[in-house]
């Protein structure tokens, strides 16, 4: 059984940062496909970022490109999300995904039914 364990979410104040983890059990990380997607108040689950299996390829949604990094710890099982430059509006339960098949493109992997594993998510609350 895969599991996976998000932890680093929080209030910030407007333009502070948070790094988020997701920690993965009872499976092969380095062979996962890894998103991260958000789901605001009254909206639909959204993308945030992918990262392919070796790091090589990384996407972003046009909201957080440019102040947002996801990256990969492969022998820590983990994958994170820094985010910088926070605004009220990245106010979200964000949520880790694993996905096993396919490859990472800039179109692929940004829905949620091309994942098999999900986190329970962590708030992250930003205060204007």
């Known amino acids: 059984q895969v599991q996976l364990v998000e932890s680093g979410g929080g209030l910030v104040q407007a333009g502070g940062s948070l790094r988020l983890s997701c920690v993965v059990s009872g499976g092969t990380f380095s062979t996962y496909v890894m998103g991260w997607f958000r789901q605001a108040p009254g909206k639909e689950r959204e993308f945030v970022s992918v990262?392919?299996?070796?790091?090589?390829?990384?996407y972003y949604s046009d909201s957080v490109k440019g102040r947002f990094t996801i990256s990969r710890d492969n022998a820590k099982n983990t994958v994170y999300l820094q985010m910088n430059s926070l605004k009220p509006e990245d106010t979200a339960v964000y949520s880790c995904a694993a996905g096993r098949y396919g490859i990472v493109t800039a179109t692929r992997f940004r829905t949620m039914n091309e994942y098999e594993w999900w986190g329970q998510g962590t708030q992250v609350t930003v205060s204007s």
């Open positions: 990262i392919s299996t070796g790091s090589a390829r990384t």
